[in-house]
C-alpha cells in the first residue's frame, strides 16, 4: 500500500510564494505517476500538474509559468514550488496518482492567497 500526505499551506498574500511537499511512503512505493490537484471553495478538485510518461513535467494554463512540479528523491516526495501566487489560487491542493486507480484521498492542505 501507499501513503500520501500533503504539507505546506499557508496564507500568503498576492505574488508570494509557497513550497508544498508530497511525501510517499508504503510498501513498493514509488514517485512515479503522482501529480498535484487543487479543489477551489466550490468548484470541483482538478489535476493542475503532473509528469509524462517521460518525466517532462505538465501544468494546466493558470499554473504554467508560476508552478513547477519537483521529484525529490532524498525526500522521497513530489513537491510543488508555486510562485506570484494570486488570491484565484484559492484552495486545498492535495496529491495522488495522475491517472488509473486513485489512492484514498487525503485530507489535503489548505493554501490561502490574499490581495
Known amino acids: 500500500q501507499v501513503q500520501l500526505v500533503e504539507s505546506g499551506g499557508a496564507s500568503v498574500q498576492a505574488g508570494g510564494s509557497l513550497r508544498l511537499s508530497c511525501e510517499v511512503s508504503g510498501t513498493m512505493s514509488g514517485l512515479d505517476g503522482i501529480g498535484w490537484y487543487r479543489q477551489p471553495p466550490g468548484l470541483s478538485r482538478d489535476l493542475i500538474a503532473r509528469?509524462?510518461?517521460?518525466?517532462?513535467?505538465i501544468y494546466v494554463d493558470y499554473a504554467r509559468g508560476r508552478f513547477r512540479i519537483i521529484k525529490d528523491i532524498t525526500k522521497h516526495s513530489v513537491d510543488l514550488q508555486m510562485d506570484r501566487l494570486k488570491p484565484e489560487d484559492t484552495a486545498v491542493y492535495y496529491c495522488?496518482?495522475?491517472?488509473?486507480?486513485?489512492?484514498?484521498w487525503g485530507q489535503g492542505t489548505q493554501v490561502t492567497v490574499s490581495p
Open positions: 509528469f509524462s510518461i517521460l518525466g517532462d513535467p
Open positions: 495522488n496518482r495522475d491517472s488509473g486507480r486513485m489512492h484514498p
